[in-house]
Nanobody, 122 residues
């Protein structure tokens, strides 16, 4: 299963961006979809996750500013980022976990997107 992320860019502090990540392949079901980020010199951190039941969870640093959503028909996850701060500057990665089909068999998958750069200037 391949993931393609898009939507990153350069924005001023206080601005907004919307990230998208679409999955392709022989997907049977996608369970959790999430976004993580990695800033220079820091470890990757989980930003937001949404379950197949659309239950969401956020890192404290983004609560009230970021919204994660999903479109199961399009196998796509979104991250709406508002009121961006310079501390949000990072490479953002999407992740999806679920079940894929190969011939007549089913296998779990855990796939990552290629990363999209978000830069917030103060």
């Amino acid at each position: 299963v391949q993931l393609q992320a898009s939507g990153g860019g350069l924005v001023h502090s206080g601005g907004s961006l919307r990230l998208s990540c679409a999955a392709s392949g022989s997907i049977t079901v996608i369970n959790d979809m999430s976004w993580s980020r990695q800033a220079p010199g820091k470890q990757r951190e989980l930003v937001a996750v949404i379950t197949n039941s659309k239950i969401t969870n956020y890192a404290d640093s983004v609560k009230g500013r970021f919204t994660i959503s999903r479109d199961n028909a399009k196998s796509t996850v979104y991250l709406q980022m508002n009121d961006l701060e310079s501390e949000d500057t990072a490479v953002y990665y999407c992740n999806m976990k679920g079940v894929r089909r190969e011939r007549s068999s089913f296998f779990p998958f855990d796939s990552w997107g290629q990363g999209t750069q978000v830069t917030v200037s103060s």
